[in-house]
C-alpha cells in the first residue's frame, strides 16, 4: 500500500464507538500452524454511539471460519468478511453475542504483531493494532471488556499456559497429550492490553503483599536454563512495587504478576495487564553477560512496564492521540524511579542526554510532531522519543509548575476520577488545574506544538544600583504542517552564582515564581533582581527545567567557574558540555581551525585535572559523565545546515585526544584508585566506578592508541565482568590495527553462544568510523549469529551501522545505499523494524549539498518501491515532504 492512498486519522475526527463489549470469552486451541481462536463477545450499543450503525469489527490477515449471533449461524447476506474487516450490516439494537471463529498461522507471522512464536514459545502483541490480527473486534482502546480466555496446548510443547489476570482452572484434556488453563482479567481493558505465553519456560517466583494487603504471587519466565539470569529483574520488579506504594499511594491489583521474556520482540517490553511481555535483553542479566547499562536498562523497564499498571492499564487512552497520556507520563514514572534507586543528578544528565540526541533531533527535521499529534496514518510511528522523552519533560514541568503537593494530589485526583475509563489529556490536565489553582490553558500548547524552543538570555549588572537584569526571549523554528509559533509555558530554574555561592535572589517582578524558578510565557521578558553586591554568573535552566536550547553568551572562563562553583549538579555538568560544545561547532563548521580546539583542550584538561583529583573519586558516576563530550550529533544539530560529518568527528576525535593526552597521569592515577578487586556487583557506586575507569580508558585510547590498546587487552583478561571487557572492546575499535582485529576475533569466540553478547559485538564493529565498516557490516551479516528475522540482531548491526556518523553518511552515497536496501528487504517480512530502521534518515536535511542529493534519491528509492508497508511508506513520505 501507498502512504499517499493511506486515509489521515484526524483528531478532530474522533467518535465514541457505536457499539461496546462487556465481555470476551476467548477459547484458543494452539498450535504451531493452525492455532484456533474463538471469540464470543457480549455486545451493546453503545448509549453515546449513533442508534442503528452497522458493527465493523477490524481484522488483519485474518479469514473467518465460522460466525454465530447468539448462538445461531447467521446468514450470509447479514454480514460480510474480507481478511480487513467483519461487517454486520444491521445488528440488532439491544444486547447481543457474536462467536467469531478465525484460524491463524502463528509460525508464519513474521511481523511479531499478533499471534506468533519466539524460539517456539507462543506468545502476543497487540499494541497498538494487533488484536485485530488474533481476532475480529473493535481494536480501540476506548472500548474496554473483562476477558476470559482458555489456552488449550499440547503439553510437551507448551506446559506454561499464562494469560491476563488470575488462574481460574487448569487440567488435562482427555488422552493426556493436551492441557488447558482458563484465565480470567477482572478488570475491564482495551484489547491492546490482551496477551497470553504458551511454551517450556523456567521461571523465578516470589511472594509479595501489597502496602494494602493483598498477596501476590511474582513471577518472571525466561527460556529453559536461564533462571539464573532472572534474579536481578525479579529484584527490580519488588522495589518498583514497593516505590509505586510510597511514592504515589499506588497498590498492586491482582493474585498475580507474570513476565516473560522472548527473543523475538520488536520493541523493548509491553505491559499487558498482569502478564508483561519483555524483549529478553531488558530481562537476563549476570555478571558474564550483561554490562552495567544493561542493568539499568532493566531497572527502568521492568519499572516503566510494571508503572503502567496505572498509568495505561487501569486508566488508559481515548484513542491513540493520547499515547503521552500513558508513555510521557509512565516514563517519567520510571526516571523517578530510577533517580530514587540511583544517582539523582547522574540519571537527570543521563536522560537529557538521550532527550537531546534522539528527542531534539526528531523536532530539528522532517518527522517533528508535537506532544499529541493531530494526524497518523500509522500509529506504530508515533512510538516516537517526542511522544515518550519530551512527553515525560511535559509532566516533569508540570510538577515544578504546580508544585510538589499539588502534583500529588493531582495524581491522586487522576486516579480517582478518571479509574477505569479511558482519558484524554485535557481530564489529565484539569486535575492539576483543580489541585493547583493554576490556570494551565497555555501550558497545554506544549501538547499541541512541536519543536524545540530556543531561550535566548543575557544579563546586565549594575553595580551603582546593585540590580541584575536577565533578559529572557523565546523562539520556536516551524516545523512540518506548523510554520507559526506561538509562546510557550518555559519553567527556567535559576541562580546568580557568585564568589561565595548562590546569591539571594531578591525581585518583584511577577515572572519569578519563587523557589528560584522564573516563568518565561511571553515571547520575551526581563527580571530585575536586587541587593546584589557583586556581579553574578546566570546559571540558567537548572536541572534541565525545560525542554529547550539556551543561549546564553558566557564566557569560557564563566562558565568553568560554574563548573566548579554552580550548586546544581546538572549545570556543572552542563557548564563544561557547553565550552566543549561551542568549540566542536566551530571546528566542526570550518575545519582547520585546530589551534581553537587546542586551546580549548588545553582548557577543559586544566579544569579537569583538579576535579578528578578531589571530586571524581568521591562521585565516580558523575565524573564519568563530566568527562564525557557532546555527541557528534548534538554538534552537527547545533550546526544545522550544510553539516559535514567527517569534519564534526575529526573535530570532536581531536578534542578527545588532546584532553587525553593532556589528563593522561590523572587517568592513570585515577584507573589505580578505582580498580577494585571486589567481586562484580551491579549496584549504582560500583557501576559508577566502573564507568568513570572506562571513561579514563576511552581518552587514554584516543591520545595515545598503543598504550590504549595494553591497557585494554589487560583489562580484557583480567575482567569478571561484561562491562569491563565491552569497554576494552569498546577503546580497542577506535584505533585500526593487529591487536584490534584479535581482541575481536577473542571476543566473538568468548561469546559464540550468547547472541545478547554479540549483539554488542556486532555493534561495537558497526560504530567503526573508518570506510571499511560497510564492508564489515555485510560480512557480518553472513555470522552463523546473525538473522535479519531477529530484530535485536539488526538493530545492532544495521541500526548500529546507521547510528555511525561518518560511515551511514559516506560521501559516496554507499552508506545511505546499504540501509534503504535493508529498509525494503526488511519491509517484506517485519514493517515495523523497517520503518524504524528507515527512521536513520531523520537528519538528512541539514547535510552539505552532496551527500544530501544521495540520501534524498536513496529515500525516494524506498519511497518509490511497489508494495510497502504503511509504516515504511509514511516514513519515508514525512521524511521527503
Ligand atoms: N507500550 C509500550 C510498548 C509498545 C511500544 C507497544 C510500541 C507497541 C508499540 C511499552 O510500555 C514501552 O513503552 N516500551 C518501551 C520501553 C520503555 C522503557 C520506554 C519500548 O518498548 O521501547
Ligand atoms: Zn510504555
Known amino acids: 500500500m501507498r502512504a499517499d492512498d493511506t486515509p489521515l486519522i484526524r483528531l478532530e475526527d474522533y467518535r465514541p464507538s457505536d457499539w461496546l463489549i462487556d465481555t470476551v470469552d476467548l477459547d484458543i486451541s494452539l498450535h504451531p500452524q493452525k492455532t484456533r481462536v474463538r471469540a464470543l463477545l457480549g455486545l451493546r450499543p453503545n448509549p453515546a454511539g449513533r442508534p442503528g450503525a452497522p458493527l465493523i469489527l477490524d481484522g488483519d490477515e485474518l479469514s473467518l471460519s465460522g460466525l454465530r449471533l447468539d448462538g445461531l449461524l447467521i446468514d450470509e447476506s447479514a454480514y460480510s468478511a474480507t481478511a480487513q474487516g467483519l461487517t454486520l450490516h444491521a445488528p440488532p439494537h439491544r444486547r447481543f453475542t457474536l462467536t467469531i471463529d478465525t484460524q491463524v498461522d502463528p509460525s508464519a507471522n513474521t511481523k511479531l504483531m499478533g499471534l506468533y512464536r519466539s ?67 477482572p478488570h475491564p ?22 502496602a494494602d494487603g493483598r498477596k501476590v504471587e511474582l513471577a518472571v519466565h525466561v527460556e529453559p536454563g536461564k533462571a539464573g539470569r532472572a534474579g536481578w529483574a525479579m529484584d527490580c520488579l519488588v522495589r518498583c512495587m514497593r516505590w509505586d506504594e510510597r511514592v504515589f499511594g499506588r497498590n498492586y491489583d491482582l493474585d498475580v504478576f507474570n513476565v516473560v521474556a522472548v527473543s523475538d520482540f520488536n520493541m523493548g517490553a509491553m505491559e499487558n495487564k498482569g502478564l508483561n511481555i519483555f524483549n529478553d535483553k531488558y530481562v537476563l542479566a549476570d555478571p558474564q553477560t550483561a554490562t552495567d547499562g544493561d542493568y539499568a536498562s532493566i531497572e527502568a523497564i521492568i519499572a516503566h512496564e510494571y508503572f503502567h499498571n496505572w498509568t495505561g492499564n487501569r486508566i488508559t487512552c481515548r484513542d491513540w492521540f493520547q499515547l503521552c497520556l500513558k508513555e510521557g507520563l509512565t516514563v517519567f514514572r520510571d526516571q523517578e524511579f530510577s533517580a530514587d534507586e540511583r544517582s539523582r543528578p547522574v540519571k537527570r544528565i543521563a536522560d537529557v542526554r538521550t532527550l537531546r540526541s534522539t528527542q531534539f533531533s526528531e523536532d530539528a527535521g522532517p518527522l517533528a510532531h508535537p506532544v499529541r499529534p493531530r494526524a497518523y496514518k500509522e500509529i506504530n510511528n508515533f512510538y516516537t522519543p517526542t511522544v515518550y522523552e519530551k512527553g515525560a519533560e511535559v509532566i516533569r514541568m508540570l510538577k515544578l509548575l504546580v508544585g510538589d503537593d499539588a502534583f500529588r494530589a493531582g495524581m491522586d485526583l487522576y486516579f480517582e476520577r478518571c479509574d477505569g475509563t479511558a482519558a484524554t489529556i485535557e481530564e489529565f490536565l484539569a486535575c492539576f488545574a483543580e489541585t493547583s489553582g ?25 553595580a551603582a544600583a546593585r540590580t541584575y537584569t536577565l533578559d529572557l ?34 525581585t518583584g517582578s511577577a515572572a519569578y515564581a519563587g523557589d528560584g524558578v522564573i516563568v518565561l510565557d511571553q515571547p520575551s521578558l526581563s527580571v530585575a ?48 558540555q557547553s565550552v566543549a560544545s561551542r568549540a566542536l561547532v566551530s571546528a566542526g563548521r570550518s575545519p582547520g581551525g585546530h589551534n581553537a580546539l587546542i586551546a580549548t ?37 547545533e550546526i544545522g545546515r550544510d553539516v559535514d560529518p567527517d569534519a564534526i568527528h575529526a573535530a570532536h576525535r581531536s578534542l578527545a585526544a588532546e584532553i587525553g593526552l593532556r589528563l593522561r597521569p590523572h587517568l592513570m592515577e585515577l584507573r589505580e584508585r578505582l580498580g577494585t578487586s571486589a567481586a562484580y556487583r ?3 557506586a560500583s557501576a559508577g566506578r566502573r564507568a568513570l575507569r572506562n571513561e579514563a580508558l576511552g581518552l587514554i585510547a584516543l591520545a595515545d592508541p598503543e598504550a590504549g590498546a595494553h591497557l585494554a587487552e589487560a583489562q580484557f583478561a583480567a575482567a569478571d565482568n561484561l562491562t569491563d571487557r565491552l569497554a576494552a572492546l569498546a577503546a580497542m575499535t577506535l584505533v585500526a590495527g593487529d591487536a584490534r582485529e584479535a581482541l575481536i576475533a577473542r571476543f566473538g569466540k568468548t561469546y559464540a553462544a550468547e547472541p545478547l553478547v554479540l549483539d554488542k559485538w556486532l555493534m561495537a564493529q558497526a560504530l567503526i568510523a573508518e570506510p571499511g565498516t560497510l564492508d564489515r557490516v555485510k560480512g557480518l551479516m553472513q555470522h552463523p549469529a546473525f538473522s535479519l528475522g531477529n530484530p535485536n540482531r539488526v538493530r545492532a548491526l544495521i541500526g548500529g551501522f546507521a547510528a555511525n556518523l561518518t560511515q551511514f553518511n559516506r560521501p559516496d552515497g554507499e552508506g545511505y545505499a546499504f540501509v534503504a536496501d535493508m529498509v525494503v528487504a526488511l519491509d517484506r517480512t517485519n514493517p515495523q523494524v523497517a520503518s524504524r530502521l528507515l527512521g536513520s534518515f531523520k537528519s538528512w536535511r541539514m547535510l552539505e549539498p552532496a551527500r544530501k542529493a544521495l540520501a534524498e534519491q536513496k529515500l525516494a528509492m524506498v519511497a518509490q518501491t511497489p508494495g510497502l508497508s504503511r509504516d515504511v511508506a509514511d516514513i519515508a513520505e514525512r521524511a521527503l515532504a
Request: net charge negative; charged share 20%.
Open 119 to 185: 524460539s517456539r514459545v507462543y506468545c502476543t502483541q497487540c499494541e497498538a493494532d494487533g488484536f485485530r490480527r488474533i481476532s475480529y473486534f473493535l481494536d480501540r482502546p476506548d472500548v474496554m471488556s473483562v476477558y476470559t480466555v482458555r489456552l488449550e496446548a499440547a503439553k510437551i510443547e507448551a506446559p506454561v499456559l499464562l494469560s491476563n489476570g488470575n488462574l481460574v482452572a487448569a487440567g488435562e484434556m482427555a488422552g493426556g497429550e493436551r492441557h488447558f488453563a482458563v484465565w480470567h482479567d
Open 189 to 210: 481493558k482495551p484489547a491492546y492490553l490482551f496477551a497470553l505465553v504458551g511454551g517450556a519456560l523456567d521461571h523465578v517466583r516470589q511472594d509479595y503483599v501489597t
Open 438 to 462: 493554576k490556570d494551565l490553558t497555555q501550558f497545554a500548547r506544549w501538547y499541541e506544538q512541536a519543536g524545540t524552543p530556543t531561550i535566548v538570555a543575557s544579563g546586565r549588572y549594575d
Open 473 to 506: 526571549a523565546q523562539t520556536t523554528a516551524p516545523t512540518p504542517g506548523q510554520p507559526d509559533k506561538q509562546p510557550v509555558v518555559l519553567p527556567v530554574a535559576l541562580g546568580l552564582v557568585g564568589k561565595a555561592g548562590d546569591l539571594p535572589l531578591v
Open 529 to 576: 533582581f536586587s541587593d546584589v553586591d557583586e556581579p553574578p554568573i546566570p546559571s540558567l535552566l537548572r536541572g534541565f527545567s525545560a525542554p529547550a536550547r539556551l543561549e546564553l553568551d558566557l564566557a569560557d572562563a564563566d562558565l568553568l567557574r560554574l563548573f566548579s562553583a554552580d550548586s546544581d549538579s546538572f549545570n556543572r555538568w552542563q557548564a563544561l
Open 601 to 637: 583542550a588545553g582548557e577543559l584538561a586544566e579544569a579537569l585535572a583538579g576535579f578528578l583529583r578531589v571530586q571524581a573519586p568521591a562521585d565516580p558516576a558523575f565524573a564519568a559523565q563530566v568527562l564525557r563530550l557532546p555527541v557528534p550529533a548534538d554538534i552537527a544539530r
Open 682 to 684: 551491579p549496584d549504582a
